[in-house]
Each structure stands twice: as C-alpha cells, then as structure tokens.
C-alpha cells in the first residue's frame, strides 16, 4: 500500500512493522515494492533489526526504481533486504516492458557459500 494519503498510512506503517526481524536465527531475504526510500523512518527500522539493502550496500542506493517513463524524478522504493550474514555480490537495475517499476536483479552468496 503506498503512503500517499492519510487514509493509506496506518496499512504501510503496519505492512512495514509486520516484516520479520532478521536476528531470529532464520536466514532471510526481502524483495519487491516496498513504497518507501531509505529515508523513512519505519524503513530505517527494519535496516536496524538487522537487514543490509543490497543497492545501497553496493552504493547504488539512491538509483531510482519508480516511476518508469512516468513525469516524476525516480524514487528508490523497491529494495533487495538480505540478513547481514548473506554476501551481497552484484546487482543489476533493469527495465521491465509493461511496469512502472525497475526490477533489481541481485547475486548473493548464502552462508555456507551457496550461491
């Protein structure tokens, strides 16, 4: 649900705040369409339960997702979130024919080595 208006904030705020820490044991990865920047601060607290951003890890942080061919300037508002014991690798923002959004394509290294 993006946040654009004050009827919609309550269901992101609780979408956000519902995502599982990444400190409970389970080796977790997180994508898709978040409908938020780095920048929030319900977004900077999953980050602190213990979630690495993939594009921004490999400083690419702040290259826009959405809205594709749209009149507004980019936003980063789909993320890869990866638990800090999975090796992010690379990364690759394309363009997707039939969306508004980039899709980020990324290699990661799960602990043991497994690809």
Do not use: K, Q
């Not at 300037?73 to 999975?86: F, Q």
């Amino acid at each position: 649900m993006p946040p654009r208006r004050p009827s919609t904030m309550a269901v992101w705020r609780d979408g956000l705040r519902g995502l599982p820490e990444a400190t409970d044991g389970t080796v977790r990865i997180l994508a898709g369409d978040f409908n938020t920047t780095l920048d929030h601060a319900e977004m900077r607290d999953v980050l602190e339960s213990g979630y690495i951003d993939a594009a921004a890890h490999l400083g690419r942080g702040l290259t826009g997702t959405w809205p594709v061919g749209g009149p507004l300037p980019r936003a980063a508002i789909d993320h890869v979130l990866v638990d800090e014991r999975v090796a992010v690798v690379e990364l690759e923002i394309l363009d997707v024919p039939g969306t508004t959004h980039r899709a980020l394509m990324t290699r990661l290294t799960l602990p043991g080595g497994r690809v």
